[in-house]
Each structure stands twice: as structure tokens, then as C-alpha cells.
């Protein structure tokens, strides 16, 4: 065997054989190294070398210069700003390594060299809509100019980032920060995960990025003479319409508006697309709900218009009673042309109810629905960690009032039975004195009569609620009746036994906000993970100061915050993320990143004292880049509506709500009230 051995052929080198230097000198031979080239390929990228380094040579050389280098080197573009041709490139922040989130920059074109005109950011409507329409292009124009370029490698060393992006939009024409337009010049923000091998710095990569895509997108994408000019006249003349039919609405008595033609199913329960197909049925208001418009630049439309009040929408299962209420309370915001919805809006301030069994309630009085709950719990600061179905919805609706809603939609399907109606039967066999809930049937009157607050509910089981409409709508296979008079008839010869509330509903809520310490003190802001869920970053050194209830959180000037807290938060941090599967509107993940930095604004402002209406106020005056400028300028916020941030705040479980001095002497006084009607 030895002699065997000693003839076998062995190939030059050491190790395993492969000229001394392993496997990796095997796959080097067989795959080549990251700098070995074919020759053509050699000439090709000298010639794009040329070119590129005239493009802008500053940038050009600095790539260059740290090309192989370790990552960190990128922080050499952090706060530079370069002048191309045609536009000026910010790098306003710089990744620390190819895995943390991607770098933030800035492309600014003047309007000397973009040439939109006026008529495209005369007015904050335009320069929304424009925003818009340049977003989506901005978002189209990466995807054909980067089509194959890898987002996530395989290994540590293989090749990681190279990839601009720009948060894009959805049917929704919302104020972003993606794109920015004034009267100056064309701003987009983007982020680019800087190329690298590991920690290795791909200055080849770089320089394709900046020097060749980035110009190429100018061209494409932000320059008035290449845009289609009739699809971006037609966003804005559909969103400026759209404007203009909400702000009618209140004149002729609406609530909300379904134009004839709207299509309103869509593709999926998570898809915002229209269903378009041979069987898809499109709206057409009956002749009794019709009513007319005359919009800037459509002209004349009509529809179905659902009036202040109370409305049922009813039919049988499966025959499109969610699906007109869902289109209502998507009514609240701007569509895109061919969305289907272009034509349903709704008042801006319409929000939606539902059932919430484990949300968390902060000092509201729940007196007008709950009211002497068994062990005397006092029900006008009611607070709680874990609500049931109908003190979560109890809650919902007073806070709604405080955000100054003057719309409540609900679903009978994601609502609380016990909250909604109290048949005669169960009256009989529990009586009103024992019955801590006054059901909304109980009130829904008085919310009209009393509060000028609307409701829009779909009902298909609780028939009790045909005695308190003022418009029924039977929805069978997607086409809408005026059940009215049926109703009504119905009503009258199957009378209920309605049960009065015991007082009056009284004030609507007005209450301090203020945020725990543990979460104001923390080294990192709430961040959002997704549309629904906010992560919160609680402070491990806050955990000692003096959360207890009725005590100061902190009373020195490093506080940061000084009004008292509830009670003691014991949950795990993982539980103190806060959860918006709720909130039904909340359209875009950007909207969400933007409730999380409003978040941290409050907890920033420490000495403040502010109700949640005078908060609101405030957000709705600032800019989304003023709310959010001690965290950098940031291209992926969204504006939220009021309505959402209060929802939001008010389910945070670090949040301390406390009923203001204008609510002192509020209470309903607990007396028999007459009739509403």
C-alpha cells in the first residue's frame, strides 16, 4: 500500500491539492475572484469609469477612495451634498453596515430645470397630489432602472445592498414626505442600502448607484417635460373635486356621499384594488336618496346621499352591507382616479366603532353607556388594563367625542351584542336597575339631538334598531333600496319596548394627556413595525421611578414627565407595544411611523400640559418635518387624521389621561329624561 502511496499523482501545491491555497483557491479558479474580470468586461468598465467620473467627479473620486475599505469609510458622505447637472444629491444619513436600515438621501431638483407650472403646486392640494403622482412614477422608475438588484444575499460575505427605494403610495392621496413640492424645487427622499461585501465597501456599486441610476431617475421621473401631463391633471382635478364634494357635504345635510357609477368591492379583504369583473355591480343610488353635485372640474355627478341622523344599512348575509359601510369610512380620504371610490367621500371626521376585549382604557367617563358596575368601580374615571367588548366600545365613543367626531360607523358584526341592544325579553328578566350597560339603541337618538354626532350602522340581526332610523338602506346583491317606509311600517306594527337611559348624556370628555417616564426617558424613540403595530422602546433605568398611582412620575427639572400616573405598569415589554389592528382607517404604514414620532413629540414636550383637543390642534398645525425634526428629515411619514392619533394615544398603555378642569361640574345629572323625539 505504501508503494501505492508514493505513485499516486498528486497536483502541485500543498493542501488538499489545489496549489496550496484550499478550496477557496479551487472556487477562485472555477467562479473567479470579486476583482477578476474578463478582458472585454475590463475594457467595458474603463470606459464606464470615464463616464461616470465625469458625471460628478467630487463624488466620483470619494467612492473611489474607499473602495475595499471597511464600511465605516461610508461615514465620509454623511452631511455632504453634491451639485450634478440637473439636480443636487444630500446624503443626510449613513447607514453604520449593510444590515442596519438603509441610508437616507435627498435629490433636489430646482423648478428652473423641473418646469412644473404653477397649476401644479398653487395650493396645498396640488402639492399633495403632485407629490403623489411623482411618488408612484419615482417608485415605478427604480423598479425598471433596478430590476435585478439583489436585496438580500446569501452569506456574510456575499454582495449586500445596492438598491434604492422610495416609500410609495397607495389608492390613497395622502400628504407624504416621499416627495416634497414648493414653488423652488422638486424634492425626493429616498434611501439607499449602501453595497457591500461583509464589511467590505463595493465602491463599484457605489458609483453605479449614484452616478448612473440616481441620474437616470432625474430623467425619468422628476423632470416636468417627461411626466404624462394629462394622467397628473386628471390626479389633481380628481382630488380637487373630491375636496370639494366633502366640504358640500355639511350644507346639504350629509354625512356622506356614494356617487352612481362607484365601484366599490375590492380584489381582497387586504387589498385596497377594485374587483373589476363581468359580475361586479356598480352603485346606484335609489331615486329617493338621490342628490346631485356640480364639482369644479367633473361637472355634474350624482348619487346617494346618506343624510346627518341615524342610518341602517340591512339585507341578508353576503349581499354587500359591510362592503358599503367599509367604502363609507374609506370615504374619510382622497382616491386616485379608476379606484372605484373617486367618488364616495364621507366628512373627514367619520370614525369606527368596534368591540375591543383587552384594550386599554385611561380615565374616561363611561357614565352615558356603563354606569354602577359591580364593588361601586367608579365608571366617570374608568380605567383598566383588559376592557371587555362593551367597555372597550363604551370608551371608543367618548373618546371619539373628544376627538371631536361628528360620525360613528359601526358593524353589528365587530360590535359587543350587550352593548348594542337590550331586547324586551331580557328586560323582563333583568331589570333596568340591576343592568349596569345602557345600550346605544338607548342613546343613539340623543347622540343626534344632543351631541349634532351621526350614525351609520349595518344591522342584520337587531331588528329593535328600525324604531330609531331615520334612513334604512336594503342592500340585496350589491344594489341599494330605500327601505324607509317599510321600515317604518314594520315599526309600527311590531312595537319594542325601548328603554330610556336614566340621565342625561352629558359633557364630552376633556382630558390632560401626558406620557409614563419609562417611555419618555428611553434612548430609543417608538419605531413602527408595521401598518398595525407600534414597538415601544421602554428605559430598564425609568423602572424605579414612581409610577404608583397618584404620584408624581418625577418632580425635578430632568423628569420628563410631571403629571401624575394611573397605577403601576407591570407588563412585560413586549406587551407594552401598541396594537392598532383596531383602527380600521389607518391606511398606510406611514401614517403609523408618523403616530410614532407624534408619540415621542409628547414625550419630548415634558413640561407641557395640553388636552388631547389642544394636541391635535397642534399636530394639525405643524409640518410632518417639524414634528419629527429632532430625528432627522426622513422621506416615509404619511399624515395620519386626528382621529387616528387620538385612537392611537388612547390605547398606548404608557399614556396617562386625566380629566381636565373643564370637565369639573360636567357630570350628567341622574335624573328621568323625556323622550327624545
Known amino acids: 500500500m505504501g508503494s501505492d502511496r508514493a505513485t499516486t499523482a498528486r497536483k502541485p501545491g500543498g493542501r488538499g491539492g489545489w496549489g496550496g491555497h484550499g478550496r477557496g483557491a479551487y472556487y477562485k479558479a472555477l467562479y473567479g475572484s470579486r476583482n477578476s474580470q474578463h478582458p472585454c468586461q475590463s475594457a467595458d468598465n474603463a470606459v464606464n469609469a470615464q463616464i461616470l467620473s465625469n458625471v460628478q467627479p467630487r463624488l466620483n473620486s470619494l467612492l473611489q477612495s474607499i473602495d475595499g475599505k471597511s464600511y465605516s469609510s461610508y461615514k465620509q458622505l454623511s452631511g455632504k451634498k453634491f451639485a450634478f447637472s440637473a439636480f443636487t444629491l444630500f446624503f443626510d444619513y449613513i447607514q453604520s453596515d449593510a444590515y442596519a436600515p438603509p441610508s437616507r438621501i435627498r435629490v433636489r431638483v430646482d423648478q428652473s430645470t423641473a418646469k412644473f407650472p404653477v397649476s401644479c403646486y398653487s395650493t396645498k392640494t396640488q402639492r399633495i397630489v403632485t407629490a403623489h403622482y411623482l411618488s408612484s412614477l419615482v417608485g415605478r422608475g427604480l423598479e425598471r432602472l433596478q430590476p435585478s438588484q439583489p436585496r438580500h444575499g446569501g452569506g456574510w460575505q456575499s454582495a449586500k445592498g445596492g438598491v434604492i427605494s422610495i416609500d410609495t403610495p397607495g389608492q390613497e392621496v395622502i400628504e407624504r414626505t416621499s416627495v416634497i413640492v414648493c414653488d423652488r424645487s422638486i424634492e425626493a427622499r429616498l434611501t439607499a442600502s449602501l453595497p457591500a461585501a461583509g464589511r467590505t465597501i463595493l465602491g463599484n456599486s457605489a458609483q453605479k448607484m449614484f452616478l448612473e441610476t440616481l441620474p437616470q431617475l432625474v430623467d425619468k421621473a422628476l423632470l416636468y417635460a417627461v411626466v404624462d401631463h394629462k394622467k397628473l391633471s386628471e390626479l389633481i382635478e380628481c382630488v380637487e373635486d373630491q375636496e370639494y364634494l366633502r366640504a358640500q357635504l355639511q350644507s346639504k345635510g350629509l354625512l356622506s356621499f356614494v356617487g352612481n357609477g362607484s365601484i366599490l368591492p375590492r380584489v381582497s379583504g387586504v387589498s385596497s384594488l377594485p374587483l373589476v369583473s363581468p359580475e361586479t355591480v356598480q352603485f346606484e343610488s335609489p331615486a329617493s336618496l338621490r342628490v346631485s353635485f356640480t364639482l369644479p372640474n367633473r361637472g355634474t355627478v350624482m348619487g346617494m346621499g346618506i343624510r346627518h341622523g341615524v342610518t341602517l344599512i340591512c339585507g341578508g348575509g353576503f349581499n354587500g352591507k359591510s362592503t358599503l359601510l367599509q367604502a ?64 372597550s366600545m363604551a370608551a371608543s365613543i367618548q373618546e371619539a367625542l373628544e376627538a371631536e367626531s361628528r360620525a360613528l360607523l359601526f358593524d353589528e358584526d ?76 314594520i315599526a309600527d306594527r311590531m312595537p319594542i319596548s325601548l328603554e330610556l337611559p336614566l340621565a342625561e348624556y352629558g359633557r364630552a370628555p376633556c382630558r390632560t394627556v401626558a406620557i409614563s417616564a419609562r417611555l419618555a426617558c428611553s434612548h430609543k424613540p417608538p419605531r413602527a413595525q408595521s401598518r398595525k403595530l407600534i414597538a415601544l422602546f421602554v428605559s430598564k433605568k425609568a423602572d424605579a421611578l414612581p409610577d404608583a398611582q397618584c404620584k408624581s412620575a418625577v418632580e425635578s427639572e430632568d423628569s420628563c414627565v410631571q403629571t401624575p400616573l394611573l397605577e403601576p405598569h407591570k407588563d412585560s415589554d413586549q406587551d407594552l407595544d401598541l396594537d392598532l389592528s383596531a383602527l380600521d382607517q389607518l391606511v398606510s404604514a406611514s401614517q403609523t411611523r408618523s403616530i410614532a414620532r407624534i408619540i415621542c413629540y409628547i414625550c419630548q414636550s415634558r413640561k407641557e400640559n395640553k388636552t388631547m383637543h389642544e394636541w391635535l390642534a397642534l399636530f394639525e398645525e405643524r409640518t410632518l418635518d417639524e414634528l419629527c425634526s429632532s430625528l432627522g428629515i426622513v422621506g416615509n411619514l404619511a399624515r395620519p387624521r386626528n382621529a387616528e392619533v387620538a385612537l392611537a394615544i388612547n390605547r398606548l398603555r404608557l399614556a396617562c389621561m386625566d380629566q381636565s378642569d373643564q370637565n369639573h361640574g360636567s357630570a350628567p345629572s341622574w335624573r328621568n329624561i323625556k323622550d327624545l323625539e
Request: glycine share 6%; charged share 25%; with cysteine.
Open 328 to 391: 363609507i369610512e374609506m370615504g374619510v380620504y382622497n382616491h386616485v382616479p379608476r379606484d372605484g371610490r373617486e367618488l364616495v367621500v364621507t366628512d373627514a371626521s367619520a370614525i369606527k366603532i368596534k368591540s375591543e376585549e383587552g384594550r386599554f382604557v385611561s380615565n374616561v367617563d363611561i357614565r352615558p353607556f356603563i354606569n354602577h358596575l359591580p364593588f361601586s368601580k367608579n365608571t366617570s374615571r374608568f380605567s383598566t388594563t383588559n376592557a371587555s367588548g362593551s367597555t
Open 414 to 489: 365587530t360590535c359587543a351584542t350587550n352593548f348594542l341592544v337590550r331586547d324586551g325579553r331580557m328586560q323582563q328578566l333583568v331589570s333596568q336597575s340591576r343592568e349596569p350597560i345602557t345600550p346605544l339603541i338607548s342613546r343613539i337618538r340623543e347622540l343626534w339631538k344632543t351631541k349634532s354626532v351621526s350614525c351609520v350602522l349595518v344591522i342584520g340581526g337587531c331588528g329593535d334598531y328600525l324604531d330609531v332610523a331615520d334612513t334604512v338602506i336594503d342592500m340585496c346583491q350589491y344594489s341599494a333600496t330605500d327601505a324607509t317606509a317599510r321600515a317604518k311600517d
